[in-house]
């Protein structure tokens, strides 16, 4: 082996500890014994070793997330009864490490193409608990403007988190629902509550470079395999949201966000509050991406009004480890502040809220 190759495999094996860590942390012990075996244990004996230790990008949780690539890819045929002794070792079930690794090595052989080829694929993710950090800061847009709402999310995925005001929930002593909903939501609160005010979403759309349709089977199976499979709840939960999505047939569009972003900012909402908002999403886009993107905001926040006014909310990671700032920017003020910080997950909220409105 060549010392680059070397190199790299060194870099593969490092990943997936990274990403055990992560898991371990974020309550998936068995995706993290997972990604902790593939870590000491994968070998270039099979074709799907070959093409993970041999990868030529960034194979760590900050880029092409690898482990969770292959992670997605065994759930998959556990979730499509593709492979019954895979599925032996799985979640419900308990496995020794060595029973577990001996099923995961054997899925590789039997089923490398089909592997193979979902490791071409980003992970797709569309967490449905990150709509009850999202909620917030929709009261306080509402409170703020006492407008009807229109949404505009970039990186929707399958849309599960343009339907948050489908969803019931509980933020720490507050009960919050719009309607009777399949989907509770009741993050680990802490900090002041947000305003109690009722929201009126008057139109909502959401782009994607590769948009999933929840009524679709293949896509829905596609996003239930990039949960962990020990996370029952939020597989159920977001089953659920898949079925809310699918019943009000909201098609995500397929699009480049920067571009999609200068359309959806062209026409002026009069009367109505233009939220973009996106979780996890800004960070993957390309850095140039990232500048033209902030441009076009801060273009339509400038032709923002009182009448017409602009929002950008936004649930992303930055320099602290472990959580997600929630900021939120209005125009045509121009103020911008943190609104708190949230799980990765939204299993908890801590919420500090607008200035003075409370």
């Known amino acids: 082996m060549m010392p680059d190759a070397q190199a790299t495999e060194q870099t593969v094996r490092l990943a997936f500890v990274k990403q055990a860590s992560s898991c371990r942390g974020l309550g998936s012990p068995f995706t993290a014994s997972l990604c902790t075996l593939a870590a000491e244990r994968l070998t270039v004996a099979h074709p799907v070793g070959e093409k993970i230790l041999t990868w030529p990008g960034d194979p760590s949780p900050y880029g092409d997330s690898v482990p969770l690539r292959l992670a997605g890819a065994l759930h998959a045929l556990v979730l499509a009864s593709a492979d019954p002794q895979l599925a032996a070792v799985y979640p419900p079930n308990a496995a020794a490490p060595d029973d577990l690794w001996n099923a995961v090595e054997n899925a590789c052989r039997t089923h490398a193409p089909f592997i193979i080829d979902r490791l071409k694929s980003a992970p797709q993710t569309n967490e449905v608990r990150r709509s009850a950090a999202l909620l917030p800061g929709f009261l306080t847009i509402s409170s703020r403007f006492r407008k009807p709402l229109v949404l505009s999310e970039v990186g929707a995925s399958a849309g599960l988190n343009l339907y948050w005001d489908r969803y019931a929930y509980r933020l720490g002593d507050m009960p919050w629902a719009l309607r009777d909903s399949a989907v509770f939501i009741a993050p680990e609160w802490k900090g002041c509550m947000p305003p109690d005010v009722l929201v009126h979403v008057a139109s909502r759309a959401g782009c994607d470079l590769n948009p999933l349709d929840p009524a679709r089977e293949e896509d829905a199976m596609r996003l ?135």
């Open 224 to 358: 239930l395999s990039y949960l962990w499979a020990d996370q029952t709840e939020r597989l159920e939960r977001t089953r659920v949201a898949l079925a809310i999505a699918a019943a009000n047939r909201q098609i995500v569009e397929r699009a480049d966000a920067v571009d999609w972003l200068a359309q959806r900012l062209q026409p002026v909402h009069e009367d109505q509050v233009h939220v973009i908002y996106h979780t996890i999403a800004w960070q993957y886009l390309p850095k140039s991406s990232q500048e033209r993107g902030e441009a076009l905001i801060a273009a339509a926040g400038a032709r923002a009004t009182q009448s017409a006014p602009l929002a950008r909310l936004q649930m992303e990671a930055d320099d602290q480890k472990h959580s997600a700032a929630l900021n939120l920017q209005i125009w045509p003020s121009g103020e911008k502040y943190l609104l708190g910080r949230a799980d990765f997950h939204g299993r908890w909220v801590e919420w500090t809220g607008w200035p003075g409105l409370h």
